[in-house]
């Protein structure tokens, strides 16, 4: 999950300072950033979901 996070807020921060660089307004940059963290969030646990690495496994006997 952490891995999930750090590597969201690095794709949001890229695509943020990108779309700055291209003309878009402080908080257009920011929304920007914003849509790409939780893009790139949905597709992390997506995966790790789908890898079976979220999966809760139950203990036997409780």
């Known amino acids: 999950m952490l891995l999930s996070f750090v590597s969201s807020l ?3 921060v890229v695509a943020g300072v990108l779309s700055r660089e291209t003309g878009a307004t402080v908080a ?7 849509g790409a963290f939780v893009a790139w969030m949905t597709l992390s646990i997506t995966v790790l979901t789908a890898l079976g690495l979220f999966a809760h496994q139950a203990h036997s006997g409780e």
């Open 28 to 34: 257009g940059a920011t929304l920007y950033g914003g």
């Open 10 to 12: 690095l794709v949001a």
